[in-house]
């Protein structure tokens, strides 16, 4: 109440916030660029408002945080719902493979970090609520324990994955702290790099401005291809990093300290100076990977396509499509997770505990004895640092059939070294099976972004720069088979048109 919104940002978001229910699901198709699942689009709408009353109900407040808060209402609320229940909660466990018996999902496999012991869970069902890859990236906005397992688990266990093409991109400090830099950014500043050349006229097609670059750039917060020039900030900023000309930090500097420039003020300067943003000498920033909105396939239940394995959150795909709504990835977790418990619970407890015989869980226990045997000595650290470092540079923010493949002869050569890998401690034994869930992710993503020989939303090709809906409205998907991921293609949402970026509510 009382809020009127001034900036034609926040008269976006206004627009957005206040959408009736079917302009509101036209935005998700609009933004999602023809690769969202309209069937899961309408239920995020159907389920929003009643999800959101039971945070409510469960004690949530949205209120009192502003910007600073983000997911931790929903957390709360419930971590607070889940200690009244009898459950049996495997705190600090990671779960490493799935149990799968006659194609269903029947449990799970994982480390205890704090003895190392292997745990094996039987289940009448599964929901991954695992979250997304961005600890894949050398620049990411996650915490570390964001590496992709859920995904690699999926197709592990045989379930289909899509859109895993793309990725939001957004800015973010990167040193001292680690924090996104919500758009519009802070007027007046200069870009450079290291060398304290401002680089971005440099990147410009012919005739372009850096004022109208940023300008663009600021109209949202991820990288997108939908415009015509905000790309450019992101592209140049990593080709001045892989040009080495970047601080020690791999960032280049937002420069706002000319003592003419009036200072910050508004909710988003309190945000940075609670962040530990400090405007008063040049920041440190890059573009980071944010969160990623492809992930395995579910059905409107929150069902995978292998039975009885659920997924919700940034592990699910659909609901989004190519870019999203700002604000869908949290609803989308709460709307699916609700769908998913509801309806996994319905069936489990219908369920009598099934016999399993020993043989579907010795493969996922011996993946993790075979790194005991040895002499413990390896060292995972410097292999997840290399392929960071090669995931940015290669997969991230442009991408090409020349880094692709280089990419993925970077990854074989790492998976090559992690196959004789041993190690002892349970610290890093989850350390290496993280990082062989990233090689693989690593491996499926660069194939899937191969497939896709066109640029659309922030899946940027640069020997394919063009949207192409003329052969490219279909959604890129893999699969297991055998050893080697089948990449293939399926049309989710037929009666997708592009109505223009103008007809969008706000995305990002
Ligand atoms: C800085 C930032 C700001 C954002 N702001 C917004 C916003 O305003 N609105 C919005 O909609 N979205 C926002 N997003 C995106 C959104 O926050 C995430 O997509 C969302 O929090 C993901 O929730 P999740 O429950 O799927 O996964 P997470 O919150 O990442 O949780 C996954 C959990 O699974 C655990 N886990 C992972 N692997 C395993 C394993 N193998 N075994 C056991 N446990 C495992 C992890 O430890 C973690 O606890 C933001 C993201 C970032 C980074």
């Known amino acids: 109440p009382g809020w009127t919104p001034q900036t034609e940002q926040e008269k976006r978001i206004a627009y957005m916030l206040f959408a009736p229910p079917d302009q509101a699901l036209a935005n998700i198709l609009q933004a999602g660029l023809g690769m969202a699942d309209p069937k899961l689009a309408s239920v995020l709408i159907e389920d929003a408002v009643e999800t959101r009353k039971a945070l409510l109900d469960w004690g949530a407040r949205f209120d009192q945080q502003?910007?600073?808060s983000h997911g931790v209402p929903i957390m709360e609320a419930v971590r607070g719902q889940l200690h009244k229940t009898d459950a049996v909660v495997h705190d600090r466990t990671m779960i490493s493979d799935l149990l799968v018996h006659d194609g269903e999902c029947v449990g799970a496999v994982g480390v205890d970090e704090n003895t190392g012991e292997t745990v094996?869970?039987?289940?009448?069902?599964?929901?991954?609520?695992?979250?997304?890859?961005?600890?894949?990236?050398?620049?990411?906005l996650n915490p570390d324990d964001t590496c992709g397992d859920g995904y690699v688990l999926g197709y592990n266990a045989g379930a289909e994955l899509t859109n895993l093409e793309f990725k939001q991109i957004f800015l973010g400090t990167v040193y001292p702290t680690r924090n996104m830099l919500l758009q519009p950014l802070p007027t007046h500043v200069r870009l450079m790099n290291a060398r304290e050349k401002e680089f971005l006229p440099d990147y410009l097609p012919k005739g372009a401005t850096a004022d109208e670059c940023l300008r663009q750039r600021n109209g949202h917060n991820p990288f997108s291809t939908r415009d015509t020039l905000s790309r450019y900030l992101d592209i140049a900023i990593v080709n001045e990093l892989r040009a080495g000309r970047g601080t020690d930090h791999n960032a280049v500097l937002l420069d706002r300290t000319d003592e003419r420039i009036p200072p910050l003020t508004g909710p988003r300067s309190e945000f940075w100076a609670y962040r530990g943003i400090d405007f008063s000498q040049p920041v440190e920033i890059s573009t980071c990977h944010h969160c990623s909105l492809g992930g395995l396939r579910i059905d409107v239940n929150g069902e995978t396509t292998v039975p009885h394995l659920y997924a919700a959150g940034e592990v699910a795909a659909g609901p989004h499509g190519a870019d999203r709504m700002g604000g869908h990835m949290l609803l989308a977790s709460q709307v699916f997770g609700a769908r998913a418990g509801k309806h996994a619970a319905a069936f489990a407890s219908g369920q009598k505990q099934r016999d399993m015989p020993?043989?579907?869980s010795a493969q996922a226990e011996e993946r993790i004895e075979s790194l005991r045997r040895g002499d413990g000595a390896s060292e995972p650290e410097p292999f997840r640092a290399a392929l960071h470092h090669y995931a940015y540079f290669k997969l991230l923010v442009t991408r090409s059939a020349h880094s692709l493949a280089s990419f993925l002869g970077d990854v074989k050569g790492i998976s090559e070294e992690l196959s004789r890998f041993t190690v002892t401690d349970p610290g890093a034994i989850i350390e290496t099976l993280e990082l062989q869930n990233l090689l693989l992710l690593a491996h499926i993503e660069a194939e899937a972004c191969l497939m896709r020989t066109e640029s659309r939303g922030p899946h940027y090709r640069e020997d394919f720069p063009r949207q192409n809906d003329a052969e490219w409205l279909r959604n890129?998907?893999?699969?297991?088979?055998?050893?080697?991921?089948?990449?293939?293609t399926a049309v989710i949402d037929p009666s997708w048109k592009d109505l223009g970026d103008d007809k969008i509510g706000y995305w990002g």
């Open 66 to 68: 502003g910007l600073r």
């Open 120 to 140: 094996v869970i039987q289940a009448g069902a599964v929901i991954l609520g695992t979250g997304g890859d961005a600890n894949l990236f050398l620049h990411n």
């Open 358 to 360: 020993g043989k579907v």
């Open 476 to 488: 890129v998907v893999v699969k297991k088979a055998g050893d080697s991921p089948q990449v293939t």
